[in-house]
């Protein structure tokens, strides 16, 4: 059984910083992609960044310039450091790997809130 544990959600003043941290665990072959995604209140979940085993990366629009992913292969864990943050950017965060074999599994989800 594969699990993720998140860690580094909180709160921070606009234009503060935050990294969340992302550490899989149990049994598997390999990690394929990873990555960070987002839902606020009332909204869907969408996509914030991702990275491949080889290192590629994908960001959203708005958080690009300001939000970088990275991960740590020997740690099976995924980064995502945001800076200048907006609070636009007040939402659960969810971390995404896809594990060889066994497909997609989701994190338990971190909040962050950005406010004054």
């Known amino acids: 059984q594969v699990q993720l544990v998140e860690s580094g959600g909180g709160l921070v003043q606009p234009g503060g910083s935050l990294r969340l941290s992302c550490a899989a665990s149990g049994s598997f072959f390999s990690i394929n992609a990873m990555g960070w995604y987002r839902q606020a209140p009332g909204k869907q979940r969408e996509l914030v960044a991702t990275?491949?085993?080889?290192?590629?990366?994908n960001y959203a629009d708005s958080v690009k310039g300001r939000f970088t992913i990275s991960r740590d292969n020997a740690k099976n864990t995924v980064y995502l450091q945001m800076n200048s943050l907006r609070p636009e950017d007040t939402a659960v965060y969810y971390c995404?790997?896809?594990?060889?074999?066994?497909?997609?599994?989701w994190g338990q989800g971190t909040q962050v809130t950005v406010s004054s």
């Open positions: 995404n790997v896809v594990i060889e074999v066994v497909g997609d599994i």
């Open positions: 990275i491949t085993s080889g290192g590629s990366t």
